[in-house]
């Protein structure tokens, strides 16, 4: 059974960091790309982060530079590491894994995980 598995949100000030882990089940983590996605209330949800064999991506420019996306095959887990998180930045945060073996924008995922919540307070 395919099964993504988001945790590591919670309540961060602004300016704070805080570490969100996927763990994949179910296939071969590496064949797949990984994408992170948020949802912020009452807005779409939107593909900001991608990794990949062949490297890593950034979509939204807000994330640039705060965002990290990294990944430990051994684990079959993928990591977001958000520094200095600013208050735009609060939203459900889910991962998902597409087809394809390499970033591609739009990310068409054949499997998401559950969402975790992250809230910024200011």
């Known amino acids: 059974e395919v099964q993504l598995q988001a945790s590591g949100g919670g309540l961060v000030q602004v300016g704070g960091s805080l570490r969100l882990s996927c763990e994949a089940s179910?296939?071969?983590?590496?064949?797949?790309?990984i994408g992170w996605f948020r949802q912020a209330p009452g807005k779409e949800r939107e593909g900001f982060a991608c990794?990949?064999?062949?490297?890593?991506?950034y979509w939204v420019d807000s994330v640039k530079g705060r965002f990290t996306i990294s990944g430990n095959n051994a684990k079959n887990t993928v990591y977001l590491q958000m520094n200095n998180v600013e208050s735009e930045d609060t939203a459900v945060y889910y991962c998902?894994?597409?087809?394809?073996?390499?970033?591609?924008?739009?990310?068409?995922?054949?499997?998401w995980g559950q969402g975790t919540q992250l809230t910024v307070s200011s």
């Open positions: 179910g296939f071969t983590f590496d064949d797949h790309a």
């Open positions: 998902a894994a597409d087809p394809l073996n390499f970033c591609s924008k739009p990310m068409e995922p054949f499997s």
């Open positions: 990794i990949s064999r062949y490297g890593t991506e």
